[in-house]
């Protein structure tokens, strides 16, 4: 049967189809086709709206981004021999990584990329400690890396007068 009719035959299947049943979780009068199966085979629904059920879902799973760092963290820390005191409530995730801002950050299930959430520690050798932290993306947090911000901003300086120099000796064409 194609995918369309049997959609269609599966709802037709789900009892009392035209009565509304209250969600559970928003209290709204919904019919029943918009309720996630709890069974399929017993035509059974859940008690909470798909809609619902939805929002519930990019919550638990945004709550796991953040238990996944805050695990990862602790186990760093203890490796490292770095303090700790992080809470779940501490790791907060930005949609844009704060330094290099139009990269737009992800949860990348597997291998790190440049755009997946890194739990940076400002100060590295303080530790994960409240206020030493925030999320940036694996590109900074890798380019980053334990450096400075003093070898930072001494590196970037030199490059740019190097550039500079590059231009101004006509060695660079620029349109
Ligand atoms: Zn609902």
């Avoid at 490796?79 to 501490?90: A, T």
């Avoid at 925030?134 to 980053?144: D, E, V």
């Amino acid at each position: 049967m194609p995918f369309k009719e049997r959609t269609k035959a599966l709802k037709s299947n789900i009892p009392d189809f035209g009565k509304p049943k209250a969600c559970s979780h928003c209290g709204k009068l919904k019919p029943l086709n918009q309720y996630p199966w709890l069974n399929e085979k017993d035509k059974k629904v859940k008690a909470c709206c798909k809609e619902c059920q939805k929002k519930k879902d990019l919550e638990y799973k945004s709550k796991n981004i953040e238990r996944g760092i805050l695990n990862h963290a602790r186990r760093r820390a203890k490796r490292m021999g770095l303090p700790f005191d992080l809470k779940l409530e501490d790791i907060i995730l930005p949609i844009y990584c704060p330094d290099l801002p139009w990269i737009k950050l992800k949860r990348n299930s597997g291998t790190l990329h440049d755009d997946s959430y890194s739990l940076d520690r400002i100060i590295p050798w303080l530790g994960y400690v409240k206020g030493n932290i925030r999320i940036i993306s694996w590109r900074a947090n890798r380019l980053k890396g334990s450096w400075s911000v003093y070898e930072l901003e001494l590196i970037a300086k030199n490059n740019r007068v190097e550039i500079n120099r590059i231009i101004n000796e006509g060695l660079l064409m620029v349109a």
